[in-house]
C-alpha cells in the first residue's frame, strides 16, 4: 500500500499524541519513551487533549464545514461522528489530571495518573498496529509494539 492510506478518523488523536511524543524524544534523545510519554503528560498538549479541547475544535469544524473533513474532504456520518464524541468522553475521563498529585511520597505514579499513561500508552500502540498493517512502516519511530 502507498503512504496515501487513509486514516480511520479515530486515529486523529492517537497520531496527535504520537507524534508529540516523538518531537519529545527528538528534543531529548537520551530519554526512553517512558520518559517521553511521563514528559507529554506535562505538556500544552496534553492539557489540550485531556480537556476535550482538541475534539472540541475539530468538532466546531466539521460543525461550521457541514461534516466535510478538512484533511480527507469527505463528509463524516453521524455514527462516525458519535462514535468521535465516545472517544472525547473517553479520553477527558481517562485523563483526568489532578495536579501536583502525580507522585506519591514514594515517587510511584498515584492510580489515576497511571491509568493516564496506560491509556495513552494503547493508544500509541493502535496508531503503530494502523502503521504496521497498512504498511505505514516508515511513521512507526516509537517501537511500541516490537
Known sequence: MSNKTEKPYVLRAAEFVYLNIIQIKKQNPEINNIQAFEIFMTTKEYEVLSS?????KWFLKLKNNKFIDSIT????NAETFRL?????????KL????PK????????PL?????????LWRVCESYEMWCKETNQENLIYLNIID
Open 111 to 119: 492510580e489515576i495518573s497511571q491509568r493516564a499513561f496506560d491509556h
Open 95 to 98: 485523563l483526568m489530571k489532578i
Open 73 to 76: 474532504k469527505k463528509k463524516i
Open 84 to 92: 468521535l464524541e465516545l472517544q472525547k468522553d473517553s479520553m477527558v
Open 52 to 56: 476535550g479541547e482538541f475534539h472540541d
Open 101 to 108: 498529585l502525580y507522585y506519591t511520597k514514594s515517587h510511584f
